[in-house]
């Protein structure tokens, strides 16, 4: 089961800014780095953020990454048809039993 | 270019057992570790465990210690991950992806195969 929250869905028309949250505990995010992937319909996931706000080459500036406690967020400015996807943060959790990597629930982003 | 390229798609039965596969080029297979990812129909990822090729060390998820091998065979630059007696809530899609990025709990997973299918069924 997921030990990181995010909203279940999100949307927005062409142009707008999207922001999705994703939230865990000390043991994940508090501690670690939070990164993100885009999955389009019916392939494989992507990297879009790593190490809470690097884009990866290749990635358009319109996808941001930020981190704040024990919590981060995802912002897609200029929202484009081809953004519609899900998206999941993950990071790595520190607990009893030992070094896991965690992923979020997933948020399903439409675009009107 | 670096790419992980997974094996095909596979119907089994229950009770069967099964190995798919992850190979891996463009890079020096040995010196990245691997991770599988399971995503169940129409649900989100999650983590299965991770090898390092270069000496097989293998960590696995609680979840899923004790339900399924990882392996790897640096000869040939494959991953493997295997089931000795499917159930059919084993039908998922599974991903491998090489973790990449300094210390451990700063990594990330970059690439990602494309995935292999996997239904069991009687």
Do not use: H
Request: glycine content about 12%.
């Amino acid at each position: 089961q997921s030990v990181l929250t995010q909203p279940p869905s999100a949307s927005g028309t062409p142009g707008q800014r999207v922001t999705i949250s994703c939230s865990g505990s000390s043991s994940n995010i508090g501690s670690n780095t939070v990164n993100w992937y885009q999955q389009l319909p019916g392939t494989a996931p992507k990297l879009l953020i790593y190490s809470n706000n690097q884009r990866p080459s290749g990635v358009p500036d319109r996808f941001s990454g930020s981190k704040s406690g024990t919590s981060a967020s995802l912002a897609i400015s200029g929202l484009q048809s081809e953004d519609e996807a899900d998206y999941y943060c993950a990071a790595w959790d520190d607990s009893l039993n030992g070094r896991n990597y965690v992923f979020g629930t997933g948020t399903k982003v439409t675009v009107l | 270019e670096v790419q992980l390229v997974q094996s095909g798609a596979e119907v089994k039965k229950p009770g069967e057992s099964l190995k798919i596969s992850c190979k891996g080029s463009g890079y020096s297979f040995t010196s990245y570790w691997i991770g599988w990812v399971r995503q169940m129909p129409g649900k989100g990822l999650e983590w299965m465990g991770i090898i390092y090729p270069g000496d097989s060390d293998t960590r696995y998820s609680p979840s899923f210690q004790g339900q399924v091998t990882i392996s790897a065979d640096k000869s040939i630059s494959t991953a493997y991950l295997q089931w000795s007696s499917l159930k059919a809530s084993d039908t998922a899609m599974y991903y491998c992806a090489r973790r990449i990025g300094g210390a451990p709990s700063l990594a990330w997973f970059d690439p990602w195969g494309q995935g292999t299918l996997v239904t069991v069924s009687s």
